[in-house]
């Protein structure tokens, strides 16, 4: 039994591979998920990400989940490095006995975005921040910063065809975050130590 997936004819367990694939982006797990073997998983993975009717059913639904929500991928990529790279001090200031949150209309920008709720306990206001840690892994893996554990392939097993974000098209805080990262002077907090070139908007 085949079904119709944006005019490329996929089996359904292949079209809830694709649609599975795109909820996290851990293959073995969509795999799992789309009912195909746990055992022979990694092996099945493999040949659905060589088969060119998967990748293109894949790219077509990720360039239609963009063109819907009217997102490109440096808003994304600029979003997560907010997330990722937020200095704490900029939103709490404290001491050996006290801890002050500062004012919401003091907060830049950029750390009000990494800020996922306040709210007034018992004991007094609480804030909680974005995971940066989960930010930190989204990031690596739209830059492709870790290694895949399969190889994937393009039509007729040649190359896949990528297209690298022009740097100019990211904003000059992400582009300074990244020649910091590359001269080792973001620390782990996100701070920045040191001086490095600025880059013009």
């Not at 055992?39 to 059913?57: D, H």
């Not at 007034?120 to 893996?141: C, N, P, V, W």
């Amino acid at each position: 039994m085949t079904t119709k997936v944006t005019g490329t004819a996929l089996t359904v367990r292949q079209q809830r591979f694709v649609e599975e694939y795109l909820v996290d982006f851990i293959g073995v797990r969509a795999v799992e998920r789309a009912g195909y073997s746990i055992r022979s998983a990694p092996g099945i993975l493999t040949n659905l990400m060589q088969n060119p009717k998967i990748l293109a059913a894949l790219s077509e639904r990720v360039a239609k989940f963009t063109e819907d929500a009217d997102v490109a991928t440096k808003d994304v990529i600029d979003a997560l490095c907010k997330v990722a790279f937020y200095d704490i001090r900029d939103a709490v200031v404290w001491g050996l006995d006290t801890v002050v949150l500062l004012p919401s209309d003091l907060l830049t920008d950029e750390v009000a975005f990494a800020v996922q709720s306040v709210k007034q306990t018992k004991d007094g206001l609480e804030i909680k921040f974005h995971s940066r840690m989960q930010a930190l892994d989204m990031l690596g893996k739209y830059l492709n910063l870790f290694i895949q554990k399969h190889e994937v392939t393009g039509p007729d097993g040649g190359p896949v065809e990528v297209s690298p974000i022009p740097i100019d098209r990211l904003s000059l805080d992400t582009r300074r975050r990244i020649v910091a990262e590359l001269e080792g002077a973001v620390n782990a907090d996100g701070t920045v130590d040191g001086e490095y070139e600025e880059v013009d908007e």
